[in-house]
């Protein structure tokens, strides 16, 4: 039996690193609690994502087989995962705000007579339990939220509200269950391909970001010749997308992409709630606004209050010369 479970994601056997920061929060929620966490994978074969994440610090690692997990159904999904968490008998169930998750983690709730609390963005412990957090109204109010009734307690977090590189390494166990899986009703169609984005955003270790400050279209690549000389990528709040100025795969934010780099810098963002929400968890945040008032100061750990045509060209001068 475990105190905390965590969905461990993939697709062919491929890891979702979105997984990874759940095992951040399973840790650090055991840690504060006292409670020791393991992760389970679905899959029809000894799936090698196991070995991934039997490098970190977990108890163990179940792996529930069977040959209908092959590829992923809700149905299918929510018979092996019930069928572990009724087996471990956890307090908590911890995963990863992602499509899959909100596809099926609902069926198997339900069918415990359990609720999900769903798209948290952190905690905190009140005694022995938890009171979560989640946005409410598109962003602009935090919700707190207390667990009631019996356990399993089902929470998923927003992405970025834990950093994978927080995950404790160790030595887990790994351990294969055979499940049972009733008839599989629904049928997927291929998947749903988006046009290939020429970032993954989420993968950037620094992100230069540009906002109605940069003015016009053409100043953008003053903000690219930083991004480059740091050897970062380019994004964007709403506006820029809205105005066709860059990609909307570039977009950072509610609407757009939920980032956590190490070091992200926004030139010209005045830091509403929606964009926050989308890059709060970056390591290092450095911001140039001419507004001292802008919100974006709230949550950066360095700040100019200026001109980003008078700061970047400096910044860009005093990288070129570090790195020479």
């Keep these: ?21 759940a095992v951040a929060a399973a840790q650090k929620i055991g840690s504060d609690l006292g409670l020791k966490a393991a992760a389970v994978i679905l899959c029809d074969k000894d799936c090698p994502v196991s070995r991934e ?10 792996v529930a087989r069977n040959e209908k997990l092959a590829q992923y159904s809700p149905d299918a999904y929510a018979d092996a995962f019930a069928a572990i968490v009724a087996a471990e008998a956890p307090k908590y169930v911890i995963m990863s705000h992602t499509y899959q998750v909100r ?18 963005i952190r905690y905190r412990v009140e005694g022995s339990s938890l009171v979560l957090t989640r946005r409410i109204f598109l962003g602009k109010l935090d ?30 166990a790994v351990e294969n269950r055979e499940v049972d899986v009733a008839a599989v009703r629904m049928t997927s169609e291929e998947p749903f391909r988006e046009a290939k984005a020429a970032v ?35 994004a964007a709040s709403r506006p820029i997308c809205d105005s066709d100025w860059l990609p909307i795969d570039r977009q950072i934010g509610s609407s757009g992409q939920t980032v956590a780099p190490k070091l992200y810098i926004a030139l010209g963002i005045s830091g509403a709630i929606q964009h926050i929400v989308g890059m709060k968890n970056s390591g290092t945040i ?34 070129q010369k570090a790195k020479a």
Excluded at 3 to 16: A, G, P, Q, R
Excluded at 103 to 120: Q, S
Excluded at 221 to 233: P, S
């Design 1 to 21: 039996m475990s105190d905390i479970l965590v969905f461990i994601e993939h697709k062919d056997c491929v890891l979702n690193k979105a997984s990874v920061e």
């Design 103 to 120: 596809d099926f983690a609902p069926k198997v709730a339900a069918r415990l007579g359990r609720e999900i609390v769903g798209d948290c």
């Design 200 to 234: 993954d955003l989420t993968k950037s270790n620094v992100i230069v970001a540009i906002g109605r400050g940069i003015k016009s279209q053409e100043n953008i690549a003053l903000a690219e010749k930083l991004a480059e000389a740091l050897g970062g990528d380019l």
């Design 143 to 172: 919700a707190d939220v207390s667990l009631g009734g019996d356990a399993p307690y089902f929470v998923t977090f927003q992405s970025g509200a834990f950093r994978s590189d927080d995950a404790k390494t160790g030595t887990a």
């Design 286 to 319: 450095v911001a140039i606004n001419k507004d001292a008032e802008a919100p974006i100061f709230d949550i950066a750990d360095y700040g100019i209050v200026g001109d980003l045509f008078e700061a970047v060209p400096v910044m860009i001068d005093e990288v």
């Design 53 to 62: 994440i039997s490098g970190y610090d977990l108890e163990k690692v179940i």
